[in-house]
């Protein structure tokens, strides 16, 4: 079953096509790899999926419902996940604040329940702070939580920013380049986690243009070339295939 759906999806920038009639099914359950050169429209494919841009043409469902015309907040609502290609972390706040933040989506209250500290307000907030504790002993943050995170190392920020996508407790995660930066022990580290969400249920698409961890942990890969999808499929029928080998795999900038 599809958990996402994007049919015959276009966007153009000034007259530009960054993406020419782009079809994806991302079945629930698994993690499937998107792939291509620099510039094949990759980013902009999680843009249009999070709302963040609106597609020139063809349409995008989630859990059987059209969100082509949704705003952000309300497809984060439906649960839809992701991090950036660029660390967005708030440094100033501690580990554990970053983490709240991407709980606020979830939380309840408005300013007059809040500013009365109502009792029910006072639980949430303890049950949030539990559940940011969790996030961040499955990342291996939790004995830095009370720390800001701009003291954390470039692959714990990394690791953080992921928690924070995790702490909406999303269905579906789209990760864009969560490996770009990372040592070969730290991939792999990374690797067994994005493992372990999908043993947990969740979905997710993955951005990356780490090779091998692409290889390794996903079910499906779908190649993104000049806008256009050229194949997809098993991983080891993609890494064989020939016009991966001709537009990504030999000597393209990746």
């Excluded at 706040?93 to 709980?103: A, K, R, S």
């Excluded at 040592?183 to 249920?201: C, Y």
Aim: glycine fraction near 10%; aromatic fraction near 4%; charged fraction near 25%.
């Amino acid at each position: 079953m599809s958990l996402l759906s994007i049919d015959t999806i276009s966007k153009s920038y000034d007259g530009v096509r960054a993406l020419n009639g782009v079809s994806l099914r991302v079945r629930e359950g698994t993690i499937k790899g998107l792939i291509g050169p620099n510039g094949a429209g990759k980013t902009t494919l999680f843009h249009l999926i999070t709302g963040v841009e609106r597609p020139s043409a063809g349409t995008i469902s989630f859990q059987g419902r059209d969100i082509t015309t949704l705003e952000p907040h309300e497809i984060a609502l439906l649960g839809v996940g992701r991090t950036f290609q660029t660390l967005q972390v708030m440094g100033t706040m501690t580990v554990v604040e970053n983490i709240l933040t991407g709980m606020h989506s979830r939380l309840k209250g408005g300013f007059l329940s809040c500013g009365l500290w109502l009792p029910w307000i006072h639980k949430g907030e303890r049950t949030a702070l539990k559940e940011a504790k969790e996030t961040l002993e499955f990342l291996d943050l939790l004995g830095r939580w009370k720390w800001n995170a701009s003291h954390l190392s470039f692959a714990q920020q990394k690791m953080l920013e992921l928690g924070r996508a995790l702490a909406m407790k999303p269905t579906l995660l789209l990760l864009d380049e969560p490996a770009a930066g990372l040592t070969p022990a730290e991939v792999t580290r990374l690797a067994e986690k994005i493992r372990r969400l999908r043993e947990q249920g969740m979905t997710i698409l993955i951005v990356e243009h780490h090779m091998g961890m692409i290889m390794d942990i996903t079910d499906e890969v779908a190649v993104l070339h000049n806008g256009e999808i050229i194949t997809e499929g098993p991983p080891d029928a993609v890494r064989n295939d020939p016009r991966v080998i001709e537009a990504y795999l030999r000597g393209k900038d990746a």
